[in-house]
């Protein structure tokens, strides 16, 4: 069985050291697409997924449609007389719309709207340094009390991500999605039929009725238990665990509060209409006047180019906000936070396990250089050297 293994590493390495080749026949091919479209963020333009095209296209559609109707109307249904006071009409709205400040009510409302996006994200709390404090706090001496000591570590955090599970998931839809009940999340393992029934249902949409914050108390009672076992021997560290449990809840806490308490209604809808009302008065006010006499327009045009820009630059900077305004649904820009709880529990997990030992302890190639340097070092072969510590890694 060792032997297979091995074998089936040597073989995969073999494969990684082709790629390189494979590589160089790719980018030749793929020349004259980067000619074309260009390469790396020159090819912002052509993407798809989350791009301004994918979020306007049918309202553009649908906006130009109407204003080549509106044009065609005006000039081939309209009489004579009827397309003098029409051209009226286009002026006045054309000086008219002028007037409104989109630019800056627009722009003050998508700046409000990306910092609240991104400061509920940076607000989610992360528990690799909870994980990496009981790791190094909560040893006990060996025997039944070391593996005490683990229990105590991976109860903590199961417990820190099954408050993390509570609270979010009554924010976003992709968790909820995901455990719609609590049922669920028992079959899931993060937590026990007996801590359910404490916990309770919990099917209210008010986060604040929410017994999220209770594994949180669990796991302070459980340091508190750790300390008195004499699992915990440090006294300052011990406080330094129960503030980053806190810190954690008070994180779980601002996110909610975000949620709960989001732009005032009042400012999204000034904003929508404004922008709305501009449009819709630029179908006429953008309309080419028929040239008949010195100061009318000279040059006429059938499609608005320049009116489709704006409304690409304007509607686009609507759309931004109208994706970030809640980053807990499933728009392509919102939190994918099925992947970072995912990411959570696996590394925290991982860092309070006891899976195997650290690596072995040994001088490093710079030991006792004046002046090292970070470059390659061509008498290392690499890929001799990584053979044979997976071999060993393999059998041990």
């Not at 553009?60 to 509106?70: G, R």
């Not at 489709?308 to 686009?316: A, E, N, S």
Request: aromatic share 12%; net charge negative.
């Amino acid at each position: 069985m060792f032997h297979m293994e091995f074998m089936k590493k040597i073989c995969s390495k073999v494969k990684e050291m082709e790629q390189p080749e494979m590589s160089k026949v790719m980018a030749g091919k793929l020349s004259l697409a980067d000619k074309l479209l260009g390469s790396g963020e020159s090819r912002v333009m052509f993407r798809w997924r989350s791009s301004l095209w994918k979020l306007l296209w049918q309202e553009l559609l649908a906006y130009t449609a109407s204003f080549m109707m509106i044009s065609l109307v005006y000039r081939y249904i309209l009489t004579t007389d009827q397309q003098m006071e029409a051209e009226k009409l286009i002026r006045w709205c054309r000086h008219q719309s002028t007037g409104l400040p989109i630019t800056f009510l627009l722009g003050f409302y998508v700046s409000l709207v990306v910092k609240r996006w991104w400061e509920q994200y940076c607000k989610l709390p992360w528990p690799d340094t909870i994980a990496i404090f009981l790791k190094g706090l909560v040893v006990g001496p060996p025997g039944e009390k070391r593996v005490m000591a683990r229990v105590v570590r991976r109860t903590i955090i199961r417990y820190c991500i099954l408050a993390y599970i509570l609270c979010i998931r009554q924010l976003s839809v992709r968790l909820k999605k995901r455990f719609p009940t609590m049922h669920e999340l028992i079959k899931t393992g993060i937590v026990r039929a007996d801590e359910m029934v404490r916990i309770g249902d919990e099917e209210s949409v008010n986060v604040f009725a929410s017994n999220w914050w209770m594994p949180l108390k669990w796991a302070i009672e459980i340091l508190q238990k750790a300390q008195r076992d004499g699992l915990v021997t440090n006294a300052p560290g011990y406080s330094h665990m129960l503030g980053r449990i806190s810190e954690y809840r008070a994180g779980l806490s601002e996110v909610a509060t975000y949620v709960h308490l989001p732009v005032p209604l009042v400012y999204t809808q000034v904003v929508h209409l404004a922008v709305y009302v501009y449009f819709a008065v630029s179908l006429i006010g953008e309309q080419w006047v028929i040239w008949r006499q010195p100061g009318d327009e000279e040059v006429d045009l059938y499609y608005p180019i320049f009116m489709t820009v704006r409304f690409l630059f304007i509607f686009g900077w609507l759309r931004v906000a109208e994706t970030l305004y809640n980053p807990f649904g499933e728009d392509d820009e919102d939190f994918e936070l099925n992947e970072l709880l995912n990411r959570h529990f696996k590394v925290a997990m991982t860092i309070v396990d006891e899976h195997e030992d650290p690596p072995e302890l040994k001088k490093d190639i710079f030991w006792n250089q004046v002046d090292p340097e970070l470059i390659e070092h061509p008498e290392l072969d690499v890929e001799e050297v990584l053979v044979d510590y997976k071999e060993d890694f393999i059998f041990h």
